[in-house]
């Protein structure tokens, strides 16, 4: 059952993930959307897809939310739980929404 204040963009975002759809995943970051992996800095459409081809999609990945930390209309924290070829282990993931798309997805130390 998920989580009653994890907005919907982020259940369907994981789920796009774990079902290894990379199409459907980019479609929720605008052209100029960013993903920050652990200080590494991945802008724009083309360099998460590079990013999401080795580290998230590519890699088999499953991404388990674990616990929502904190949730407003503009940012959502949550830990997650992430297993697949390349890395295995949690993490936080920070989320800034804007208009209903992902503006930035952060992954940090949880």
């Given at each position: 059952m998920a989580d009653p204040t994890l907005p919907t963009v982020i259940e369907s975002l994981r789920q796009a993930i774990n079902r290894g759809d990379?199409?459907?995943?980019?479609?929720?970051?605008?052209d100029d959307g960013l993903v920050e992996d652990w200080g590494r800095r991945f802008s724009g459409?083309?360099?998460?897809?590079?990013?999401s081809d080795k580290e998230l999609i590519g890699a088999k990945g499953t991404l388990t939310i674990a616990k929502v930390?904190?949730?407003s209309p503009q940012t959502v924290e949550v830990v997650a739980d992430w297993k697949s070829s390349f890395f295995s282990g949690a993490s936080k993931f920070t989320f800034t929404l804007e208009g209903g798309k992902v503006r930035e997805l952060r992954i940090s130390e949880s």
């Open positions: 990379t199409e459907a995943f980019l479609a929720f970051f605008p459409h083309a360099a998460i897809r590079g990013w930390l904190s949730a």
